[in-house]
């Protein structure tokens, strides 16, 4: 009873405030819009108070720092004990120029490493192969063979540092040729600290760098969940991802939504393969967007953080606390960028990172200013991982553990995030689940929608982007530019030749008849991944035998 | 009898690996509700397959997307099959991550336009509207 007529005091004092001093200045000073909303489109309130936060208790809400539903971060210190890791993802030419680029990064404080792959290797074809024409080295590094992997990481010591892998249809082939390349340079798997994408359901629905049907790419990835978790054991086999999905258009709360439901598909064909969720879950990752709207990026984390806990712990049964943990990488829009005015992407980034931070991310990448154009010259890299060393060391945000936590706002939005997410599982749920929703074009079609609508508001100008549609200045932006030069690609492609030329032969062609036979029936596909890998099969050549027993996917054509 | 005015046709292409379908998904939205008609080709076309849809297809322009930076191999060449077909005639538009200083050089080739990253919706609107004034 108590509770309740304090919530009527609360109701009754909200009131006379909004008939007096509210009505009186809005009077005067009427607000500069009719209806304030995010960059998802979504209306806010004028103020939120105790009155928003429905009747849960906060230590139901929100819990501990490190305790369940971990709402507020998954450790109990934050980044009192450890800073997030400060990862940047790069990648351009051949893997030569890409280790280049490692070690300068490496050299200006970074302390994890994220491969970009261009656009063949993330499509299984080699650099020689008439589908990569143009297509060399352009947005990500090209590797496709195992003598690639070894010069990717030529003088850094993959024992130590983690490595991360934007990977996804060739995820395990790409895994497979760091793993022999470590095993040639005496390091054992157990020690291998990294993340391999590899989560295809999201490229069906907003990435759009699959090979295989839905089917045999959820074989591969669930064969990688049961190799990894034995052999190992410190991998995270799969960074479950909504940043694509958030880059071609959706909401917040879709992101939030799709990425989720996805998650619990993986958990679904793990168990359905007979490994026992405990085995596998603490080692499912996460990736998030850091986009403009910090409140509900904030409110994103937190809400994602506390239904996964609650998923894995109460209907999937897990155990394990670990395995009820959602940790995840973050990286700043890319989408946001402007092509005008470049510099200012600075600004965009930094209020972008420091959204992750605050929304408790365990690592993060910040974009370059010049990636409306191009892959980052190193300048341009070296800001975007300053601005996260001064998130770290000078704005004092990780001094205090979610320093935001009990914002009325805040929770109040972490609230109609959550509902909004159950509420898509439902539709996901009546539509026969995540697979039978992407046949149907449901994830592509409402991220299309949302697309259209964001920039249909950039258009009518309800919605700002300084510099594109408001505040513009008639310059041309000076970029350095940033070229792959031909003498990689030749270099490339006579590597290839070479290795093509002077492999044993038999052992190639034996560890390809292998696979495909395993590939063919119910076999964990990594074992003999891992041989060809070995007998120096380029993974154009892999991916073939997989093509060839599997079939290629066709989307559904919609806009 | 008042002549019903021919409907412009355009052809929304995906040129080589890349995959990001955002732009040519709002950009062939937009066409279509400024009362064109627009056909998407769908993702991975080679510069043959786009001429061969966009001749199959009638079109009067066709806009191509690319934001993998596979722009100057591909976009110059759909020109050059275009003009093998004789159907040189058909506007080409280009949109995606394309740096300054190539823009130059792809309208040397033969594409009409380019479209970078801001561009307002009603400036592409208006070019393709062009395109069925030759008709």
């Known amino acids: 009873m108590r509770a309740e007529d304090d919530r009527k005091a609360l109701e009754k004092e909200r009131k006379r405030w909004e008939d007096t001093t509210l009505r009186k200045a809005v009077e005067s000073l009427p607000e500069r819009r009719k209806e304030f909303v995010t960059t998802s489109s979504r209306p806010l309130k004028r103020l939120y108070t105790p009155l928003d936060l429905g009747v849960k208790t906060d230590e139901e809400r929100l819990g501990k720092p490190g305790g369940f539903p971990y709402t507020r971060g998954i450790h109990p210190t934050m980044y009192r004990g450890r800073l997030w890791t400060m990862r940047m993802f790069a990648g351009y030419g051949s893997a030569e120029d890409t280790n280049r680029r490692f070690k300068y990064l490496i050299a200006h404080g970074e302390t994890g490493l994220s491969v970009a792959f261009d656009m063949p290797t993330l499509y299984g074809y080699d650099t020689d192969e008439p589908e990569a024409k143009g297509e060399f080295g352009t947005c990500g590094v090209a590797v496709s063979s195992l003598e690639d992997m070894r010069l990717l990481f030529r003088g850094i010591d993959v024992g130590e540092v983690s490595t991360s892998m934007t990977i996804n ?35 069906y629905q907003a990435q759009k760098e699959w ?42 709360g879709q992101e939030l939504a799709f990425t989720l439901a996805n ?75 402007t092509a005008q005015q470049p510099e200012i992407n600075i600004v965009r980034t930094t209020v972008q990172a420091l959204a992750a931070v605050l929304g408790g991310t365990q690592s993060l990448h910040t974009n370059a200013y010049d990636e409306a154009y191009q892959v980052p010259n190193e300048a341009a890299a070296r800001i975007a991982l300053r601005t996260q060393q001064i998130l770290a060391h000078e704005s004092g945000v990780a001094n205090t553990v979610d320093p935001l936590g009990g914002s009325y706002f805040l929770e109040s939005l972490t609230d109609e995030l959550e509902d909004e997410a159950y509420r898509y599982f439902d539709r996901i749920q009546e539509l026969g689940g995540v697979i039978p929703a ?9 991220i299309a929608n949302s697309a259209y609508r964001y920039q249909r508001e950039i258009e009518d100008k309800e919605r700002v982007i300084v510099g594109v549609n408001d505040f513009v200045v008639d310059e041309q932006p000076e970029l350095e530019p940033l070229r792959v030069s031909e003498a990689s690609l030749k270099a490339q492609v006579e590597r290839l030749r070479r290795i093509r030329r002077t492999r044993d032969a038999k052992k190639h062609a034996r560890s390809l008849d292998q696979l495909r036979k395993g590939c063919e029936g119910d076999a964990n596909t990594m074992p003999l991944i891992l041989d060809a ?22 989307e559904p054509l919609l806009y | 009898m008042i002549p019903i005015a021919k409907k412009i046709r355009v052809l929304i292409a995906k040129p080589g690996l890349d995959g990001h379908d955002r732009g040519a998904k709002v950009v062939a939205r937009a066409l279509r509700d400024a009362g064109m008609e627009v056909i998407y080709t769908g993702l991975r076309q080679t510069p043959e397959d786009i001429v061969e849809a966009a001749i199959q297809e009638d079109v009067d ?75």
């Open chain 1, 438 to 446: 992407i046949r149907k074009g449901f994830f592509q079609q409402e």
């Open chain 1, 263 to 337: 998650g619990m598909e993986y958990v679904r064909w793990g168990i359905d393969r007979g490994l026992q969720v405990d085995d596998f879950a603490p080692r499912l990752s996460f990736f998030f967007n850091a986009h403009n709207d910090l409140f509900e990026e904030l409110a994103k984390y937190r809400a994602a953080r506390r239904i996964w806990s609650r998923e894995m712990r109460d209907t999937f049964g897990a155990k394990n606390p670990r395995s009820w943990l959602l940790r995840f990488h973050a990286q700043t829009a890319g989408v946001s960028l």
């Open chain 1, 211 to 252: 090979i295989f049907p839905p089917e045999p790419s959820m074989r591969l990835v669930v064969d990688t969940f049961e190799f990894g978790s034995k052999q190992v054991p410190q991998w995270n086999t799969i960074s479950i991802s909504g940043y694509h999905i958030r880059e071609a258009g959706a909401t917040a």
């Open chain 1, 169 to 203: 249809s060739p995820a395990s082939v790409i895994w497979a040729m760091y793993l022999v390349a470590a095993e040639e340079r005496d390091i054992p798997m157990s020690k291998l600290r990294g993340t391999i994408q590899n989560d295809i359901l999201k490229e």
């Open chain 1, 533 to 554: 890998v070995r007998a120096k099969a380029t993974l154009g050549e892999i991916i073939d035998v997989m093509r060839e027993t599997f079939g290629v996917w066709e």
């Open chain 2, 61 to 135: 322009a066709i806009g191509l997307s690319c934001l993998s930076g596979a722009h100057m191999t591909l976009f110059p060449e759909v020109v050059k099959l275009l003009k093998k077909r004789k159907s040189g005639d058909i506007l080409v538009a280009g949109g995606g991550i394309i740096p300054e200083e190539d823009v130059p050089k792809l309208k040397k080739a033969g594409i009409k336009v380019v479209f970078g990253p801001g561009t307002p919706l009603r400036d592409i609107v208006a070019f393709f509207e062009t395109a069925g004034k030759g008709a």
